[in-house]
């Protein structure tokens, strides 16, 4: 859905992961807006009946292949995107988690141009989504 024409009327439920294998974290390359082009942690929309646990489990899966031992919630930010006059384009509300790699080899999925295991120290070198670096850094405390 584009988002020129997409006007909510309340924000949407989103959640994010940070996913540790060793000393790297996990990123993906939107395919889609908001953000398209731009790194990030992998993650969606909760769905309807889902818990916010079950929805990051199935996002995960969904978007890299990979399951993952799931920790605490690192924090909760609004994303909230406006035109230029103002009007609101865009509203998540995003529910972070921390996460241990499980098992599987990291895949792109549809949703996802490219997935990347990083050392956190070359983070500034990428084009990431607002917080991105700010979540990581608090996430390892969070992690099972």
């Not at 199935?58 to 230029?84: F, H, M, N, P, W």
């Not at 790699?101 to 084009?127: F, Q």
């Amino acid at each position: 859905m584009s988002l020129d024409r997409y006007k909510p009327n309340r924000p949407h439920i989103g959640v994010g992961a940070v996913i540790w294998r060793g000393d790297e974290v996990l990123l993906i390359k939107r395919g889609k807006d908001p953000g398209k082009g731009k790194w990030s942690l992998p993650g969606g929309g909760q769905e309807l009946g889902e818990t916010a646990t079950q929805a990051i489990i199935r996002e995960i899966q969904e978007e890299t292949s990979l399951t993952v031992e799931l920790g605490g919630v690192i924090d909760v930010v609004d994303a909230i995107i406006k035109s230029d006059d103002g009007e609101i384009l865009y509203h998540y509300t995003l529910i972070d988690f921390a996460a241990r790699y499980a098992s599987g080899t990291a895949i792109a999925d549809s949703d996802v141009d490219a997935v990347l295991w990083i050392n956190p120290a070359e983070l500034p070198s990428y084009d990431l989504m607002d917080k991105t670096i700010e979540i990581i850094e608090k996430s390892q405390s969070y992690l099972p």
